[in-house]
């Protein structure tokens, strides 16, 4: 139900876009954002939105990375600049409903290397 793309190579200092499209008959949704999992590392917090539009992102993105939203289109986006070797990661999006429900995306990967 929810539909990632944007990932792949890009070199040390170049940007990249993710797009995490969730289907209609999700359920209401309270926020969106972004996780990540490096090698060897425990999935963290990048950035999310809330359904009114409040933003919070991990301190190693702020100023590089920012998260937006399209209502009408229920996606999602993170735009990456200034990327750096650290960011290498795999990126999932996250949906949290007004339930408590939750949703994953598949994720997908980021690397970053010259």
């Known amino acids: 139900q929810l539909v990632e793309s944007g990932g792949g190579l890009v070199q040390p200092g170049g940007s990249l876009r993710l797009s995490c499209a969730a289907s209609r008959n999700i359920f209401a949704i309270y926020a969106m954002g972004w996780y990540r999992q490096g090698p060897g590392k425990q999935r963290e917090l990048v950035a999310t939105i809330t359904s009114g539009g409040s933003t919070n992102y991990a301190d190693s993105v702020k100023g590089r990375f920012t998260i937006s939203k399209d209502n009408a289109k229920n996606t999602v986006y993170l735009q990456m600049n200034s990327l750096k070797p650290e960011d290498t990661a795999v990126y999932y999006c996250?949906?949290?409903?007004?339930?408590?429900?939750?949703?994953w995306g598949q994720g997908t990967q980021v690397t970053v290397s010259s």
């Open positions: 996250n949906v949290v409903g007004y339930s408590g429900d939750v949703k």
